[in-house]
């Protein structure tokens, strides 16, 4: 959500920055002055309502008078002219009822604003390398190495035509050793992130419309989500446990002492866009559903560019831990998600495919979170309160770790050697074929 008073003494900025969403490249100054002119209509709707309310009041205490004075002509003016204003007050009402509403529909569905030091591009082809958070050298084998559904499928281990039978497309059961590894997963994630400060959470997976606003997803990605209805109304499942998570400060003022507040879940995830596009149709890599383990922080302005840092390094550090080659990329602004201001992906090596592959995105949600939810902050020393700034990141997604394991850990016979890291969970040091 973005300040209107903000757009209001800062209109070209507001264009400019706006301008390097590639989606608004070109419209940018019409959204803008389209905003301007709703907001304008909203505050002439509320001045002529408050005007005509104070008259309402002054002409009704001039009734008495009137009357007390014996002057019945000009309390049937004043009586007139009190019926007169009460209907429009009326239609004040009405029109500042409708401004608003259609004024806070038009900023909803504004994209959060790209930070100055992001690439401008259009997709992910635009995306810039950080060359200094590369990891590992792409594993090479001497043997042509396979995709993770060919060594699952052929250890008996992944099935996706009985999932498909059950549930559909984008489906799959994992079964024995590959179901203990997705758990020894996000156990070990868990157990990481937990020691780098994380407080471990386990949230509701279903929530409510509010929530989704808070976090962007509505009203903008209300057809990707995937809804259920019960007797107290409509709640949608969780595309990512960001949701419940960072929902966690709506509508609280919190003790600056206690920020950056740092909270992780592991959870299921539900994505009905899943499918999108026809991209990835085997295997695992997308899914409808899917477990992550996710990362939230909520900080002061002065804290959140640090604390992004500290987040992607976190995630990052899963990866090392297991030996798993990857990369780490900032976002153009055509390939940031809506409340992004700023976005690290970290790709993964994937030898199946002979390419990285995207394992978490880290985000600087800025305060556009903060707005949309009333989550704010009190300054120690201020009477005054501050929006919060909100970051979430992959730490990391449970099952495209898994996809890595088994592609980067493979042997020539099909069988998969464990990470050293994961050797405790998992109780054995290979997966073979039974």
Known sequence: MHDLKLIRDNRDAFVAALARRPAYAEEASQVVDALLDLDSKWRGAKTAFEQHRARQNEASRAIGLAKKNKDEVGAKALLDEVANLKAAIQKDEIDARDCEEALKKA?????????????????????????????????????????????????????????????????????????????????????????????????????????????????????????????????????????????????????EAKLPMRVTAWTPCFRAEAGAAGRDTRGMIRQHQFSKVELVSITTPEQSLAEHERMTDCAQNILKLLGLPHRVVTLCSGDMGFGAQKTYDIEVWLPGQDRYREISSCSNCGEFQGRRMNARYRPKDSKNTRFVHTLNGSGLAVGRTLIAVLENYQEADGSIRIPDALQPYMGMKKIEKV
């Open 107 to 255: 900023v909803s569905v504004l994209p959060n604003l790209p930070a100055d030091d992001v690439p401008f591009g259009a997709d992910e082809n635009d995306n810039v390398e950080v060359v200094a958070r590369r990891f590992g050298a792409a594993t090479r084998f001497d043997f042509k190495p396979k995709e993770h559904f060919e060594l699952g499928e052929a250890l008996g281990l992944m099935d996706f035509e009985r999932a498909g039978k059950v549930s559909g497309a984008r489906f799959v059961y994992l079964k024995g050793a590959l179901a203990k590894l997705e758990r020894s997963l996000g156990a070990f994630m868990l157990d990481t992130q937990t020691a780098a400060g994380y407080t471990e959470i386990n949230p509701p997976l279903l929530v409510r419309d509010e929530a989704f606003f808070g976090t962007g997803q509505l009203p903008k990605f209300e057809e990707d989500l995937f809804w259920a209805s019960a007797g107290e109304g409509r709640f949608g499942l969780i595309p990512t446990a960001e949701v419940p998570l960072t929902n966690l400060v709506r509508e609280e003022i919190l003790d």
